[in-house]
T-cell receptor
Framework: ETGVTQSPTHLIKTRGQQVTLRCSSQ?????VSWYQQALGQGPQFIFQ???????GRGNFPPRFSGLQFPNYSSELNVNALELDDSALYLC?????????????FGPGTRLTVL | AQSVSQHNHHVILSEAASLELGCNYS??????LFWYVQYPGQHLQLLLK??????LVKGIKGFEAEFIKSKFSFNLRKPSVQWSDTAEYFCAVNARNYGGSQGNLIFGKGTKLSVKP
């Protein structure tokens, strides 16, 4: 069983640019959640996608957007990058969107904004 | 808003010492509680979880945690740590009636555990 994968591993962008991060969910999982983990902090919930629809959103501005595809893989898009967007972006997949559905995390994408 | 507090940023123990990592949350309603662990170079993985029932829950690798509702706490314990327990530990909460996804997790800042051989 293939686990959650994310690409790219590392990314360097400049302020004002746009970025797309990708996540492949684990086989049999229909839900993807995205988290931002700043240095020295715990992961912070960005949003969740369940069966291709956004199913909840944390306290992030609209320039953070996402998609989920029919194969349940997902993208996180960030427009107009700011220095504070520098962080590790984690994707987690699960069999469903409920709290009792264990979330399996990927290795993350390290984004640096200069 | 909900929040999760982990009291210790970095804990250093010798092998065979007992471990207790503190976690407190702020939410007055029904919660689901989790501990995640991240070993060096590895992904976050679930250590244990509490949804209901016996407030003492057992997880993998000999870890356990106790939910004390009156104290809003969910402390992680292990009687005797090993060098292989060196990792970062995150407490997380999901509030069942909180706005947004039911699967939304609120994490603490994490506690780094270093175990000396």
């Amino acid at each position: 069983e293939t686990g959650v994968t994310q690409s790219p591993t590392h990314l360097i962008k400049t302020r004002g640019q746009q970025v797309t991060l990708r996540c492949s969910s684990q086989s049999g999982h229909n839900t993807v959640s995205w988290y931002q983990q700043a240095l020295g902090q715990g992961p912070q919930f960005i949003f969740q996608y369940y069966r291709e629809e956004e199913n909840g959103r944390g306290n992030f501005p609209p320039r953070f957007s996402g998609l989920q595809f029919p194969n349940y893989s997902s993208e996180l898009n960030v427009n107009a990058l700011e220095l504070d967007d520098s962080a590790l972006y984690l994707c987690a997949s699960s069999r469903g969107s409920k709290a009792y559905n264990e979330q399996f995390f990927g290795p993350g994408t390290r984004l640096t904004v200069l | 808003a909900q929040s999760v507090s982990q009291h210790n940023h970095h804990v250093i123990l010798s092998e065979a010492a007992s471990l207790e990592l503190g976690c407190n949350y702020s939410y007055g309603g029904t919660v689901n509680l989790f501990w995640y662990v991240q070993y060096p170079g590895q992904h976050l993985q679930l250590l244990l979880k509490y949804f209901s029932g016996d407030p003492l829950v057992k997880g993998i690798k000999g870890f356990e945690a106790e939910f004390i509702k009156s104290k809003f706490s969910f402390n992680l314990r292990k009687p005797s740590v090993q060098w292989s327990d060196t990792a970062e530990y995150f407490c997380a909460v999901n509030a069942r009636n909180y706005g947004g996804s039911q699967g939304n997790l609120i994490f603490g800042k994490g506690t780094k555990l270093s175990v000396k051989p």
